[in-house]
């Protein structure tokens, strides 16, 4: 199967793409992506995962078969207009001790004023997704770590009928026919951002017609005056190997997009029947992981421009923009 899906034609990558990548880092880094992004305090905040310690040449040598990383940690970069990057000399969070093996993939929401991170966490029991305070991106307060297995959490920027809301993708391998890793996307409330419960299904993986696999949550979402619009991944399997440094690499990951309900977050009351934004360009389809596009920051301006942030090819952080209209018109 060939990658027979095009991007919306509404949506511009950027021309300075790919805005971050590992030459550009003033510490060891390999790739760079998978980044949450908020408007904090008059500036523009990005949080990225550095995947660190092995470059192409290791892994071609390694057979491709292994994981030569060195380790994961958590960047911080800022900017003035959402384009133009400037990174914090250091990392700012890596976490590796004996059941933690590394935290990554951040999600970025201002909720009250309050920077509020969602993440995934390799653990040796299990893959368990997170929520964390800050208040300097210097240190991270866990505030709740969800049971084995979960991630991809992304939290709705205000309370809705007094509870947060969080988008999520549990993976039920054992009653899902794990083998084609058929995972959907569910959303839960909580009063106090700890305790979560009133768990339900937002979209089944069956009902993406360009997905074969599991979908998932993206960037947080965003509200409009039609609902709260919001990205998701889906996944399709390729017949071939996609370029990558990853042995056997098959898995096209796409962006989606869809409308929930403002009152009820777990109705979907849109969604755009093919990919928002599927791999194209180089840079999303070649590097660690080939054709792979995974949003994770999703801003909308007060002139109706909505920015994209996304990771291209598990190795760099891009950005795609679009008219908050004409994503509303593709989501009817
Ligand atoms: C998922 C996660 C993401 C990654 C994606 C594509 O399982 O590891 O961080 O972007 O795969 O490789």
């Not at 205000?158 to 809301?165: A, L, P």
């Not at 969080?166 to 084609?180: F, K």
């Not at 796409?254 to 979907?268: I, N, R």
């Not at 590097?287 to 109706?304: A, K, N, Q, T």
Request: glycine residues 8%.
């Amino acid at each position: 199967m060939e990658n027979i899906f095009t991007t919306a034609t509404c949506l511009h990558r950027h021309v300075q793409n790919p805005l971050l990548s590992a030459d550009k880092m003033p510490f060891e880094a390999s790739l760079i992506f998978n980044a949450g992004v908020a408007k904090y305090q008059g500036r523009y905040v990005m949080l990225f995962r550095n995947d660190y310690g092995a470059t192409e040449a290791d892994f071609l040598a390694s057979g491709k078969r292994g994981v030569p990383f060195k380790g994961t940690n958590i960047g911080l970069a800022e900017s003035t207009d959402g384009i133009n990057w400037e990174i914090r000399p250091q990392p700012v969070w890596e976490v590796n001790d004996e059941e933690i093996l590394r935290v990554y993939d951040p999600r970025l929401t201002i909720i009250d004023g309050k920077a509020v991170v969602c993440f995934a966490m390799d653990t040796k029991h299990g893959l368990r997704g997170g929520i964390a305070v800050t208040e300097d991106f210097d240190k991270f307060e866990i505030k709740s770590l969800s049971v084995p297995d979960n991630r991809n959490m992304v939290l709705f920027p205000e309370k809705i009928n007094g509870k947060y809301f969080r988008l999520e993708r549990p993976m039920p391998v054992y009653s899902r026919n794990g083998a084609a890793e058929q995972f959907d996307l569910w959303c839960s409330a909580s009063p106090d951002l700890i305790y979560w419960g009133d768990s339900r299904l937002v979209l089944g993986a069956e009902k993406v017609p360009y997905a074969d696999a599991k979908i998932g949550p993206a960037a947080p979402p965003v509200k409009t005056a039609k609902g709260w619009l919001t990205t998701f991944h889906a996944v399709k399997y390729a017949d071939y190997d996609l370029e990558s440094w990853h042995l056997n690499w098959r898995k096209i990951y796409y962006a989606g997009l869809m409308l929930l309900d403002l009152d009820d977050p777990s109705k979907v009351i849109g969604i755009y029947d093919k990919p928002l934004l599927a791999p194209e360009t180089p840079y999303e389809k070649i590097g660690f992981r080939g054709d792979v596009i995974f949003p994770g920051g999703m801003i909308l301006e007060d002139s109706g421009e909505v920015k994209i942030y996304y990771g291209a090819a598990d190795t760099v952080e891009c950005l795609a923009t679009a008219d908050v209209n004409d994503l509303l018109n593709l989501v009817k």
